[in-house]
């Protein structure tokens, strides 16, 4: 006993006297080599569920059932995640919190137009106000002041989807005098949208809600024909100053001059849980990052978890915008997770070289689109390229001529029968039918896109971390970020086939026109 006790003591006296950066090399020493297969041997679809069942306990634990910025809810998300990070001793992890405007709680009392209950979307950042008034169609899209007739005074303007932002719509209906606004859709079905955050200079916003193409044309032509058709709007909504905060976590290992970064958004919308838009990309990222913790890495890795990209991508703009210049340049990659799980899902991949929808992505994001066509077609499965517009936290890092890209299982967009016959699912429905609504809960995750799209996660990681071989170098001196393929250059992107098909049960772009 006494030799045993001599020997630990040596070891503690050892270790107390070793310095720090030889113990960090042997820290990292003891970690097993990543490899791809490694770390999505890892990632298990009963850990995802779980994962997505904790925030649905967030949403549920408080009124509203929501997770919205501001809300207990969301700020349960956000500590959750801090402390299941730190709980690793892996990663340096932070809060990032900044301040901004929020809508924290909203509901729809009552649509009622033409005596008849109306099925209705609550337009973010509506005013709060109870009105019963005739509608008043508004010229051409409602986008200039000349659009809004002088009869809207004191009454409903009803304007047309289209062309320019919800929030400059209400406004100049706010400013013509109108006591509210119903924006209808110019497409098939109703809308969910935000106006924006508040103040506008054209004006203050008025209670606004959206509501089907197919209702607004009945109104329109009794309307025309001479009729009269009254509308009740009665809504409620809270919008304050609130403060939020982004979650970081970067490895303590791994060279940080060449780092990859990827990211989730953590928020919902005010109308429900956002358990596929995006809790399915917050814990799918989640899970890769429980996953690294086990391995070395050559390359840093940071995690960001970002808060209020429902208001406007605020917090990946902000982490973005609050970079020094020599860390922004150290970051080789971002990628982004936005909706993973769609009940009538397609697997999307970011169109990185613009091949298919004519806008490219910084040098490098071609190599991540092939990355994830890869991936897919080694999986069996077939991939289709999705619109890199801009409109998820990627786009404050393209802003950055940071290259990125990822992955989107789609919003409210119908299905199509060329994708029901590359994904399975239903065509003419949405890819997901509670995008932004009350349903978007534990039950609205498609766990076969959600499991191999987490995968794909992890994949990606295991490699960028390992080595950026075949990767170009960042380009920090060119200001433009994106380009436009030619015609010339152009030629079209077809989706991968692979003669594979899942079925589903069962996104457009975040901002409002």
Same mark, same amino acid.
């Given at each position: ?6 020997? /630990? $003591?040596? &070891?503690?006296?050892? #270790?107390?006297?070793?310095? *720090?950066?030889?113990? @960090?090399? =042997?820290?990292? !020493? ?7 297969? /490694? $770390?999505? &041997?890892?990632?298990? #679809?009963?850990?995802?569920? *779980?994962?997505?069942? @904790?925030? =649905?306990?967030? !949403? ?454």
């Amino acid at each position: 006993m006494r030799s045993a006790i001599i020997v /630990a $003591l040596a &070891a503690a006296a050892s #270790a107390a006297s070793t310095p *720090a950066s030889l113990l @960090k090399r =042997q820290y990292h !020493a003891a970690k097993p080599r990543l490899t791809a297969d /490694a $770390l999505k &041997a890892h990632i298990t #679809a009963e850990n995802l569920l *779980a994962g997505s069942q @904790k925030l =649905q306990d967030f !949403a549920d634990a408080h009124p509203n059932n929501t997770r919205v910025i501001g809300s207990p809810g969301h700020n349960d998300t956000i500590y959750w995640l801090k402390s299941e990070l730190e709980a690793l001793d892996y990663y340096d992890v932070t809060l990032q919190t900044f301040s901004l405007v929020a809508m924290v709680s909203g509901q729809i009392n009552a649509v009622i137009i033409d005596g008849a209950n109306t099925t209705a979307g609550l337009l973010e950042y509506s005013a709060s106000g109870a009105v019963t008034a005739p509608l008043v169609p508004v010229a051409n899209l409602g986008c200039e002041a000349s659009d809004y007739p002088a009869e809207v005074a004191g009454n409903v303007a009803l304007i047309s989807r289209g062309s320019c932002e919800f929030g400059l719509k209400s406004a100049l209906a706010g400013s013509a005098g109108a006591a509210a606004a119903i924006i209808y859709n110019n497409a098939a079905g109703g809308f969910n949208g935000t106006l924006g955050v508040p103040p506008r200079p054209e004006g203050e916003y008025l209670p606004t809600v959206s509501i089907s193409s197919e209702l607004a044309a009945t109104y329109l032509d009794a309307i025309s024909g001479g009729a009269t058709i009254d509308a009740t709007i009665d809504v409620t909504t809270v919008v304050q100053n609130t403060s939020t905060s982004n979650v970081l976590a970067t490895t303590r290992m791994g060279d940080h001059s060449n780092r990859l970064a990827l990211g989730a958004h953590s928020d919902s919308v005010a109308a429900g849980p956002g358990i596929n838009d995006d809790g399915s990309g917050t814990v799918g990222v989640l899970e890769v990052a429980k996953a690294l913790s086990k391995y070395h890495v050559n390359n840093a890795v940071t995690f960001g978890f970002w808060s209020a990209e429902e208001e406007g991508l605020i917090g990946s703009t902000y982490y973005v915008e609050n970079l020094p210049a020599n860390e922004s340049s150290q970051i080789r990659a971002y990628l982004n997770f936005d909706m993973i799980a769609s009940p009538n899902y397609v697997f999307g991949v970011y169109d990185g070289d613009g091949d298919a929808f004519n806008i490219s992505g910084p040098s490098g994001s071609t190599q991540i689109e092939t990355f994830f066509e890869d991936f897919f077609e080694s999986a069996g499965v077939n991939s289709t390229p999705t619109a890199f517009t801009g409109r998820s936290d990627y786009g404050p890092f393209l802003t950055a001529n940071i290259p990125a890209g990822g992955l989107f299982t789609g919003a409210e967009v119908l299905k199509t029968e060329e994708e029901e016959e590359m994904f399975g699912g239903e065509a003419g429905v949405a890819l997901d039918i509670c995008y932004h609504a009350a349903c978007d809960d534990i039950t609205n995750l498609n766990m076969f896109a959600y499991e191999l799209n987490s995968k794909a996660i992890a994949a990606a990681v295991a490699t960028y971390a390992t080595s950026w071989e075949g990767f170009p170098a960042r380009n920090t001196t060119t200001v433009s970020r994106r380009s436009v393929v030619t015609d010339q250059m152009r030629k079209r992107k077809q989706p991968r086939h692979h003669g594979h098909r899942h079925g589903g049960c069962g996104h457009v772009p975040k901002a409002s026109q």
